[in-house]
């Protein structure tokens, strides 16, 4: 199993980024795959997961009406893409799988995340 989380990098409050996770080695598009952040000092949070059934996207108080994930099953890909940005953004971004076909009742709770990829810095100027 492998996730490669790409496209984090550095902009200004209001501005946008697209973050991508390319999976591999298992069948994409049955299962729920999800994002999490950790900020300095804090903890994880997970804030969204779309299931692998029926494409429906859950989202954390947090980020919903800014962020909006998607998947590309013909490229096993899927994509977070995050509009108004803020600087309590700036966090390191990971995807994970779950293994399976419906996302966590608590997409914050971390432990029912099956495998982690590696993550991608996204920092949010002032």
């Known amino acids: 199993v492998q996730l490669q989380a790409s496209g984090g990098g550095l902009v200004q409050a209001g501005g946008f980024l697209r973050l991508s996770c390319a999976a591999s080695g298992f069948t994409f598009d049955d299962y729920a795959i999800a994002w999490s952040r950790q900020a300095p000092g804090k903890e994880r949070e997970g804030f969204s997961c779309i299931s692998g059934s029926d494409g429906i996207a859950y989202y954390a108080d947090s980020v919903k009406g800014r962020f909006t994930i998607s998947s590309d099953n013909a490229k096993n890909t899927v994509y977070l893409q995050m509009n108004s940005l803020k600087p309590e953004d700036t966090a390191v971004y990971y995807c994970?799988?779950?293994?399976?076909?419906?996302?966590?009742?608590?997409?914050?709770?971390?432990?029912?995340?099956?495998?982690w990829g590696q993550g991608t810095q996204v920092t949010v100027s002032s």
């Open positions: 994970a799988v779950v293994f399976a076909t419906w996302c966590p009742y608590d997409i914050n709770e971390l432990d029912e995340y099956d495998y």
